[in-house]
């Protein structure tokens, strides 16, 4: 069945720091890639998303390239800071398997000063 | 409304009470999807609507979840006979239409003694 993959956490970063967090996902058909964000006692927020082969997502400084012949659909962000500091998941949907999403199990990442 | 909400925020139930958990989507959205997350983990489908039409309930764990959305609008999870295991973040997200971006609730956190 369809599943998402995505690096595990802790990850902790200094201001302005290089972030990548790692996304891969198996999927029959032609899935929707996407990045969400839950700030702290906050919901689940669409970051970015992207729906098809070679597409850059991007918002708030983040982006996210959907690679097929990888299977991959990265997080990237050149300078973090510490309002970035939050769970990051990766998800697909609309693969073979419907309107449902497939989550990753989720990044916390914290940024220091 | 501005999003989707849910109630109530936090629930705490005795193992063996019936709990209800409500979810307003956006208005105008037609699909509305609830998920289960577990501490520590991405969230999981538990069931799909179209319209009132409940389309998949394949992610529900047992007999004793129960969903309905009967005008098409608001709907209600409903758990009977809580287990610990039952303990989680249930989340509700509405789309446009069937494959559109998903907006998420704030969650209701059930804890179940």
């Known amino acids: 069945g369809d599943s998402v993959t995505q690096m595990e956490g802790p990850v902790t970063l200094s201001e302005e720091a290089f972030l990548t967090i790692n996304c891969t996902y198996t999927a029959t058909g032609y899935p929707s890639l996407f990045w969400y964000v839950q700030y702290p006692g906050e919901g689940l927020q669409l970051l970015l998303k992207a729906t098809k082969a070679d597409d850059k997502g991007s918002n708030k400084g983040f982006e996210a390239t959907y690679r097929k012949e990888t299977t991959s659909f990265?997080?990237?962000?050149?300078?973090?800071?510490?309002?970035?500091?939050?769970?990051?998941?990766?998800?697909?949907?609309?693969?073979?398997?419907?309107n449902q999403f497939y989550f990753g199990t989720g990044t916390s990442l914290t940024v220091i000063p | 409304g501005a999003g989707?909400?849910?109630?109530?925020?936090?629930?705490?139930?005795?193992?063996?009470?019936?709990?209800?958990?409500?979810?307003?989507?956006?208005?105008?959205?037609?699909?509305?999807?609830?998920?289960?997350?577990?501490?520590?983990?991405?969230p999981e489908f538990l069931t799909y609507f179209q319209n009132e039409a409940q389309l998949d309930k394949s992610g529900l764990p047992s007999?004793?979840?129960?969903?309905?959305?009967?005008?098409?609008?608001?709907?209600?999870?409903?758990?009977?006979?809580?287990?610990?295991?039952?303990?989680?973040?249930?989340?509700?997200a509405s789309s446009l239409a069937w494959g559109d971006t998903q907006y998420f609730g704030p969650g209701t956190r059930l804890t179940v003694l």
Do not use: M
């Not at chain 2, 705490?12 to 709990?19: E, I, M, P, S």
């Not at chain 2, 979810?23 to 577990?38: E, K, M, N, R, T």
């Open chain 1, 74 to 98: 990265h997080l990237e962000k050149g300078s973090v800071q510490v309002s970035d500091s939050a769970v990051y998941f990766c998800a697909l949907s609309g693969g073979n398997t419907g």
């Open chain 2, 4 to 42: 989707v909400s849910q109630s109530p925020r936090y629930k705490v139930a005795k193992r063996g009470q019936d709990v209800a958990l409500r979810c307003d989507p956006i208005s105008g959205h037609v699909s509305l999807f609830w998920y289960q997350q577990a501490l520590g983990q991405g």
């Open chain 2, 63 to 92: 007999d004793r979840f129960f969903a309905e959305r009967p005008e098409g609008s608001v709907s209600t999870l409903k758990i009977q006979r809580t287990q610990q295991e039952d303990s989680a973040v249930y989340l509700c």
